[in-house]
């Protein structure tokens, strides 16, 4: 039992490109979420998901895109980075959404020149 | 949407001593208040929540607070130990599908 998983780990992109930041769970949770953490600031809610085809907007999704296709599976696509989508981002998932112990991945760096 | 505010930014206290940390919320729905811990290089990891319906809950040494009339709750961790040494988030939930998170505590244990 893996828990939560992110790929990649660091992660270096010039300002304008795109990328993918993948997590998967394998503890069959419906209810999926990404945070950015920045300092100073807490953890701030990107995009969540209920379960498999449904996603909404948490407190800051401008940037981002997220889709459910599979229940364990919750990837976060950056459109065209900016400089200030620099942070650790953190995956959760819990089994019965928001009111709920949330099961966070180990996080991904991501720096934007 | 909810605001939490979380207080002190940073704590030391010596190792043994108790530790303390407040927090406060806007969003009279809220009825969900976890606190995670989070050791450098990790995700956070809950170590202990309170629902409204509860004043109070404790585990071993840590033990979390709720005052709903005020809108605070508090982490409590007794004995505390070079381990405890981390940062501390607090979170409400208004909605049922989000959380808002506190700007975190850095606690350090004095060995």
């Known amino acids: 039992n893996a828990g939560v998983t992110q790929t990649p780990k660091f992660q270096v992109l010039k300002t304008g490109q795109s990328m993918t930041l993948q997590c998967a769970q394998d503890m069959n949770h419906e209810y999926m979420s990404w945070y950015r953490q920045d300092p100073g600031m807490g953890l701030r809610l990107i995009h969540y998901s209920v379960g498999a085809g449904i996603t909404d907007q948490g407190e800051v999704p401008n940037g981002y895109n997220v889709s459910r296709s599979t229940t364990e599976d919750f990837p976060l696509r950056l459109l065209s980075a900016a400089p200030s989508q620099t942070s650790v981002y953190f995956c959760a998932s819990s089994y019965g959404g928001g009111r709920y112990e949330q099961y966070f991945g180990p996080g991904t760096r991501l720096t934007v020149t | 949407g909810e605001n939490v505010e979380q207080h002190p930014?940073?704590?030391?206290?010596?190792?043994?001593?108790?530790?303390?940390?407040?927090?406060t919320y806007s969003d009279s729905a809220s009825n969900y208040f976890p606190w995670y811990k989070q050791e450098l290089g990790k995700g956070p990891q809950l170590i202990i929540d309170i629902r409204s319906n509860?004043?109070?809950?404790?585990?071993?040494?840590?033990?979390?607070?709720?005052n709903k009339t005020a809108k605070h709750f508090s982490l409590h961790i007794t004995e505390t130990q070079p381990e405890d040494s981390a940062v501390y988030f607090c979170a409400a939930n208004p909605t049922g599908n989000q959380f808002y998170f506190g700007t975190g505590t850095s606690?350090?244990?004095?060995?």
Do not use: F
């Open chain 2, 9 to 23: 930014s940073t704590l030391s206290v010596q190792e043994g001593d108790s530790a303390v940390i407040k927090c």
């Open chain 2, 54 to 66: 509860v004043g109070e809950k404790k585990d071993q040494r840590i033990a979390v607070t709720l």
């Open chain 2, 107 to 111: 606690l350090t244990v004095i060995p």
